[in-house]
């Protein structure tokens, strides 16, 4: 049913979820895992002055969640491909899936809420809207649920 799966990672919980999602489906499917990391360039193009050290800074940031996700799949005996892409986050996604044949992606929502959502927009929703094949999305885990911060005065 799938045979390539891609993750779209960011190294964050949600992404981390979203790649253990992956390699369950991935390990009964046999599938390959993609995972996948892109540098959103146009959040740059505003600065003139060292855009391209920012740029190189946030691809070796990305290399290093990609080969988390390898390692992690290598570990389980899944064969994983990796890339690192600049451009717009949800447009590369749905070209890879395109040009890589992706069966299904896998990935994390960060669970924003009311008007950050609605001003931030989404990358998980604009591919869900956009994507020519099924998106599973993966909450991360609610860190704070059952939890009550304790202010600095009430300590």
Known sequence: ???????????????????????????AYDATVHALYVVDAALYSSLEAGVDAVIDALESEGQAAVDAVADRCEAEGIDVETAVLVGTIHRSIRDYV?????????MG????????RFLLGSV????VRTSPVPVLTVRAPDEEEGTEAVDAEDA
């Open 124 to 127: 998980t929703e604009r591919t």
């Open 1 to 27: 049913m799938y045979d390539a799966i891609l993750v779209p990672t960011d190294g964050s919980a949600a992404g981390d979820r979203a790649v253990e999602h992956a390699v369950e489906f991935a390990t």
């Open 98 to 106: 395109t040009d890589h044949d992706i069966d299904l992606v896998v």
């Open 109 to 116: 929502t960060h669970g924003r809420k009311g008007i950050e």
